[in-house]
């Protein structure tokens, strides 16, 4: 059974700080890895996706990264600022007894401050 | 596109009454995905559609829980009847892509109260 980890749980940083979140998986065997950002009260928006063949994605001040074999996924924020404060989820799509499977992580709660 | 629509936005209920709750995905996408999240369990994939046929329902806590696709732009979850550890958010989740997951696309959710 697919189990993601994601740490720390929660981090607080000054503005302007770059930081990585961290997300890791048992089962290598992944199709694909996508980031979220889920904002209190919301639903879940789509940051990032990584195919399994790729090693990394970039979108603005995001950079996501995929190594398959050691079962991690990193998610780089440039230049922190305070409307990056959400809570950040990755989410790891395997194939489990014939059917598709996404497991979420558990989040990593991120606070700016300005 | 108006993105995913789920409805309603917050329900309250009483234990043992029947809840449904309805999503209408972005038009095109192939798969559609309920989801439920919760303080203790996170966030946690109860049953997907690909092209209106449900294939995995395995994470359908119980028979108290059941979803239908009628159609590619309708899809429904019901409890019936439900129980005070059924509130949770759920979201309903939609993807353009056949061949495997791509990216999804997620509603606003839910929000479940049952007393």
């Known amino acids: 059974k697919q189990e993601v980890t994601q740490i720390p749980a929660a981090l607080s940083v000054p503005e302007g700080e770059n930081l990585v979140l961290n997300c890791s998986f048992t089962d290598s065997a992944i199709y694909n890895l996508q980031w979220f950002r889920q904002d209190p009260g919301k639903g879940l928006t789509s940051l990032l996706l990584?195919?399994?063949?790729?090693r990394e994605q970039t979108s603005g001040r995001l950079n996501a990264s995929l190594d398959k074999s050691s079962g991690r996924s990193t998610l780089y924020i440039a230049a922190s600022q305070p409307g990056d404060s959400a809570t950040y989820l990755c989410a790891v799509g395997t194939y489990s007894g014939g059917y598709q499977k996404v497991t979420f992580g558990t989040g990593t709660k991120l606070q700016v401050i300005p | 596109d108006a993105g995913v629509i789920q409805s309603p936005r917050h329900e309250v209920t009483e234990m043992g009454q029947e809840v449904t709750l309805r999503c209408k995905p972005i038009?095109?996408?192939?798969?559609l995905f309920w989801y439920r999240q919760t303080m203790m369990r996170g966030l946690e994939l109860l049953i997907y559609?690909?092209?209106?046929?449900?294939?995995?329902d395995s994470g359908m806590p119980e028979d108290r829980f059941s979803a239908k696709m009628p159609n590619a732009s309708f899809s429904t979850l019901k409890i019936q009847p439900s129980e005070p550890r059924d509130s949770a958010v759920y979201f309903c989740?939609?993807?353009?892509?056949?061949?495997?997951?791509?990216?999804?696309?997620f509603g606003p959710g839910t929000r479940l109260t049952v007393l």
């Open positions: 989740a939609s993807s353009p892509f056949s061949g495997s997951f791509n990216e999804q696309f």
């Open positions: 990584i195919q399994s063949s790729q």
């Open positions: 559609f690909n092209n209106n046929v449900p294939i995995d």
């Open positions: 038009s095109g996408h192939d798969y």
